[in-house]
T-cell receptor, first 114, second 114 residues
Framework: GENVEQHPSTLSVQEGDSAVIKCTYSDSASNYFPWYKQELGKGPQLIIDIRSNVGEKKDQRIAVTLNKTAKHFSLHITETQPEDSAVYFCAASSPGGSQGNLIFGKGTKLSVKP | NAGVTQTPKFQVLKTGQSMTLQCAQDMNHNSMYWYRQDPGMGLRLIYYSASEGTTDKGEVPNGYNVSRLNKREFSLRLESAAPSQTSVYFC?????????????FGSGTQLSVL
Protein backbone atom coordinates (compact mmCIF):
# COMPACT_ATOMS: atom_id res chain seq x y z
CA GLY A 1 0.00 0.00 0.00
CA GLU A 2 0.87 3.66 -0.11
CA ASN A 3 3.47 5.06 2.28
CA VAL A 4 4.03 8.79 2.81
CA GLU A 5 7.20 10.16 4.40
CA GLN A 6 7.28 13.78 5.58
CA HIS A 7 10.29 15.91 6.52
CA PRO A 8 11.26 17.71 8.64
CA SER A 9 9.25 16.82 11.73
CA THR A 10 9.91 20.27 13.21
CA LEU A 11 10.83 23.53 11.50
CA SER A 12 11.59 26.90 13.05
CA VAL A 13 11.90 30.06 10.93
CA GLN A 14 12.04 33.80 11.48
CA GLU A 15 9.03 35.86 10.51
CA GLY A 16 9.34 36.87 6.87
CA ASP A 17 11.50 33.89 5.89
CA SER A 18 10.32 31.04 3.68
CA ALA A 19 9.45 27.55 4.88
CA VAL A 20 9.59 24.34 2.86
CA ILE A 21 8.13 20.97 3.87
CA LYS A 22 8.80 17.89 1.76
CA CYS A 23 6.93 14.63 1.31
CA THR A 24 7.68 11.48 -0.64
CA TYR A 25 5.22 8.77 -1.61
CA SER A 26 5.67 5.17 -2.67
CA ASP A 27 2.72 4.35 -4.97
CA SER A 28 3.37 5.68 -8.47
CA ALA A 29 -0.38 5.43 -9.15
CA SER A 30 -1.20 8.10 -6.53
CA ASN A 31 -2.64 11.17 -8.17
CA TYR A 32 -4.03 13.49 -5.50
CA PHE A 33 -1.89 15.30 -2.91
CA PRO A 34 -3.53 17.58 -0.33
CA TRP A 35 -1.95 19.60 2.46
CA TYR A 36 -3.73 20.15 5.77
CA LYS A 37 -2.94 22.71 8.47
CA GLN A 38 -3.75 21.97 12.11
CA GLU A 39 -3.75 24.82 14.60
CA LEU A 40 -3.44 24.10 18.30
CA GLY A 41 -6.61 22.54 19.71
CA LYS A 42 -8.34 22.33 16.35
CA GLY A 43 -8.93 19.79 13.62
CA PRO A 44 -6.91 19.84 10.38
CA GLN A 45 -8.04 22.14 7.57
CA LEU A 46 -7.28 21.78 3.88
CA ILE A 47 -5.05 24.64 2.69
CA ILE A 48 -4.03 23.54 -0.79
CA ASP A 49 -4.00 20.44 -2.98
CA ILE A 50 -2.52 19.32 -6.27
CA ARG A 51 -3.32 16.61 -8.78
CA SER A 52 -0.82 14.59 -10.77
CA ASN A 53 -1.56 16.34 -14.06
CA VAL A 54 -0.19 19.61 -12.62
CA GLY A 55 3.39 20.40 -11.62
CA GLU A 56 2.77 23.44 -9.45
CA LYS A 57 -0.10 25.29 -7.82
CA LYS A 58 -0.05 28.58 -5.99
CA ASP A 59 -2.45 30.36 -3.65
CA GLN A 60 -1.15 33.69 -2.36
CA ARG A 61 1.80 32.89 -0.06
CA ILE A 62 1.38 29.13 -0.34
CA ALA A 63 2.54 26.93 -3.20
CA VAL A 64 2.82 23.21 -3.78
CA THR A 65 5.12 21.52 -6.28
CA LEU A 66 4.93 17.95 -7.52
CA ASN A 67 7.66 15.82 -9.10
CA LYS A 68 5.99 12.64 -10.32
CA THR A 69 9.22 11.09 -11.57
CA ALA A 70 10.87 11.38 -8.17
CA LYS A 71 7.57 10.79 -6.34
CA HIS A 72 7.85 13.77 -4.09
CA PHE A 73 5.87 16.93 -3.47
CA SER A 74 6.58 20.00 -1.37
CA LEU A 75 4.77 22.82 0.41
CA HIS A 76 6.31 26.27 0.14
CA ILE A 77 5.25 29.14 2.40
CA THR A 78 6.74 32.53 1.62
CA GLU A 79 6.87 35.63 3.85
CA THR A 80 5.95 33.57 6.89
CA GLN A 81 3.85 35.13 9.64
CA PRO A 82 3.29 34.06 13.26
CA GLU A 83 -0.20 32.81 12.33
CA ASP A 84 1.45 30.26 10.03
CA SER A 85 2.66 28.45 13.16
CA ALA A 86 0.87 25.09 13.16
CA VAL A 87 1.30 21.41 12.31
CA TYR A 88 1.18 20.67 8.59
CA PHE A 89 0.24 17.28 7.13
CA CYS A 90 0.75 16.07 3.61
CA ALA A 91 -1.26 13.19 2.18
CA ALA A 92 -1.50 11.04 -0.93
CA SER A 93 -4.42 9.24 -2.50
CA SER A 94 -4.49 6.40 -5.00
CA PRO A 95 -6.95 6.45 -7.90
CA GLY A 96 -10.11 4.43 -8.03
CA GLY A 97 -10.80 4.43 -4.34
CA SER A 98 -12.60 6.49 -1.76
CA GLN A 99 -11.15 8.89 0.75
CA GLY A 100 -10.41 5.76 2.73
CA ASN A 101 -7.34 5.51 0.51
CA LEU A 102 -5.93 8.86 1.71
CA ILE A 103 -2.64 8.26 3.55
CA PHE A 104 -1.21 11.05 5.72
CA GLY A 105 2.38 11.90 6.55
CA LYS A 106 3.40 12.20 10.19
CA GLY A 107 3.27 15.97 10.27
CA THR A 108 5.63 18.94 10.51
CA LYS A 109 5.43 21.37 13.40
CA LEU A 110 6.21 24.83 12.01
CA SER A 111 7.13 27.62 14.42
CA VAL A 112 7.42 31.17 13.11
CA LYS A 113 9.34 33.42 15.48
CA PRO A 114 8.40 37.12 15.48
CA ASN B 1 -23.19 26.27 10.18
CA ALA B 2 -21.50 24.21 12.87
CA GLY B 3 -19.77 21.87 10.37
CA VAL B 4 -18.56 18.73 12.15
CA THR B 5 -19.35 18.51 15.87
CA GLN B 6 -17.70 16.00 18.19
CA THR B 7 -18.59 15.17 21.78
CA PRO B 8 -17.10 14.96 24.31
CA LYS B 9 -13.99 17.14 23.94
CA PHE B 10 -12.14 15.38 26.75
CA GLN B 11 -12.59 11.99 28.40
CA VAL B 12 -10.68 9.93 30.94
CA LEU B 13 -11.40 6.21 31.17
CA LYS B 14 -10.10 3.34 33.22
CA THR B 15 -8.84 0.25 31.45
CA GLY B 16 -11.77 -1.99 30.54
CA GLN B 17 -14.41 0.73 30.55
CA SER B 18 -16.51 1.39 27.48
CA MET B 19 -17.58 4.61 25.85
CA THR B 20 -18.98 6.05 22.65
CA LEU B 21 -17.61 9.09 20.83
CA GLN B 22 -20.30 11.03 19.02
CA CYS B 23 -19.98 12.88 15.72
CA ALA B 24 -22.53 14.84 13.72
CA GLN B 25 -22.26 16.93 10.56
CA ASP B 26 -24.72 19.46 9.18
CA MET B 27 -23.34 19.75 5.64
CA ASN B 28 -25.47 16.96 4.13
CA HIS B 29 -22.31 14.97 3.40
CA ASN B 30 -22.54 11.33 2.40
CA SER B 31 -19.18 10.16 3.74
CA MET B 32 -17.85 10.22 7.27
CA TYR B 33 -14.58 9.10 8.88
CA TRP B 34 -12.91 8.43 12.20
CA TYR B 35 -9.16 9.11 12.57
CA ARG B 36 -6.82 8.85 15.51
CA GLN B 37 -3.83 11.13 15.97
CA ASP B 38 -0.83 10.05 18.01
CA PRO B 39 2.42 11.97 18.55
CA GLY B 40 4.80 11.29 15.69
CA MET B 41 2.27 9.08 13.91
CA GLY B 42 0.15 11.52 11.97
CA LEU B 43 -3.50 10.76 11.21
CA ARG B 44 -4.53 7.14 10.85
CA LEU B 45 -7.94 6.05 9.61
CA ILE B 46 -9.91 3.81 11.98
CA TYR B 47 -13.20 3.35 10.12
CA TYR B 48 -15.13 5.16 7.47
CA SER B 49 -18.66 5.22 6.10
CA ALA B 50 -18.90 5.95 2.38
CA SER B 51 -22.65 6.43 2.63
CA GLU B 52 -25.52 5.92 5.03
CA GLY B 53 -25.84 2.25 5.85
CA THR B 54 -22.26 1.26 5.00
CA THR B 55 -19.08 1.10 7.06
CA ASP B 56 -15.57 -0.09 6.22
CA LYS B 57 -12.37 -0.72 8.13
CA GLY B 58 -9.47 1.63 7.80
CA GLU B 59 -5.83 1.20 8.75
CA VAL B 60 -6.26 0.64 12.51
CA PRO B 61 -9.76 -0.78 13.26
CA ASN B 62 -8.91 -3.24 16.04
CA GLY B 63 -10.62 -2.47 19.36
CA TYR B 64 -13.24 -0.18 17.81
CA ASN B 65 -16.74 -0.41 16.41
CA VAL B 66 -18.72 2.18 14.52
CA SER B 67 -22.35 2.96 13.77
CA ARG B 68 -23.67 5.18 11.00
CA LEU B 69 -26.86 6.09 12.79
CA ASN B 70 -28.22 8.22 9.96
CA LYS B 71 -26.78 10.54 7.33
CA ARG B 72 -25.73 13.12 9.94
CA GLU B 73 -24.28 10.94 12.69
CA PHE B 74 -21.34 8.53 12.89
CA SER B 75 -20.33 7.16 16.28
CA LEU B 76 -17.17 5.37 17.42
CA ARG B 77 -17.36 2.86 20.27
CA LEU B 78 -14.63 1.48 22.48
CA GLU B 79 -16.03 -1.68 24.08
CA SER B 80 -13.13 -2.31 26.47
CA ALA B 81 -10.71 0.59 26.55
CA ALA B 82 -6.96 -0.07 26.67
CA PRO B 83 -4.07 2.33 27.42
CA SER B 84 -2.97 1.93 23.77
CA GLN B 85 -6.18 3.72 22.79
CA THR B 86 -5.07 6.92 24.51
CA SER B 87 -5.13 9.35 21.60
CA VAL B 88 -6.85 12.32 20.04
CA TYR B 89 -9.78 11.21 17.90
CA PHE B 90 -11.04 13.21 14.92
CA CYS B 91 -14.23 12.77 13.01
CA UNK B 92 -14.36 14.07 9.43
CA UNK B 93 -16.81 14.22 6.56
CA UNK B 94 -16.73 14.74 2.81
CA UNK B 95 -19.40 15.31 0.22
CA UNK B 96 -19.43 12.04 -1.70
CA UNK B 97 -16.29 10.26 -0.48
CA UNK B 98 -14.75 10.29 -3.92
CA UNK B 99 -11.07 10.72 -4.57
CA UNK B 100 -9.76 14.22 -4.26
CA UNK B 101 -12.48 15.67 -2.07
CA UNK B 102 -11.92 18.08 0.77
CA UNK B 103 -12.22 16.55 4.23
CA UNK B 104 -13.91 18.63 6.92
CA PHE B 105 -12.67 17.77 10.41
CA GLY B 106 -14.20 18.24 13.83
CA SER B 107 -12.17 19.74 16.68
CA GLY B 108 -11.31 16.39 18.22
CA THR B 109 -11.80 14.31 21.38
CA GLN B 110 -8.82 13.89 23.66
CA LEU B 111 -9.10 10.46 25.29
CA SER B 112 -6.91 9.15 28.10
CA VAL B 113 -7.12 5.53 29.21
CA LEU B 114 -5.51 4.87 32.57
Amino acid sequence: GENVEQHPSTLSVQEGDSAVIKCTYSDSASNYFPWYKQELGKGPQLIIDIRSNVGEKKDQRIAVTLNKTAKHFSLHITETQPEDSAVYFCAASSPGGSQGNLIFGKGTKLSVKP
Amino acid sequence: NAGVTQTPKFQVLKTGQSMTLQCAQDMNHNSMYWYRQDPGMGLRLIYYSASEGTTDKGEVPNGYNVSRLNKREFSLRLESAAPSQTSVYFCASSSTGGEGEKLFFGSGTQLSVL
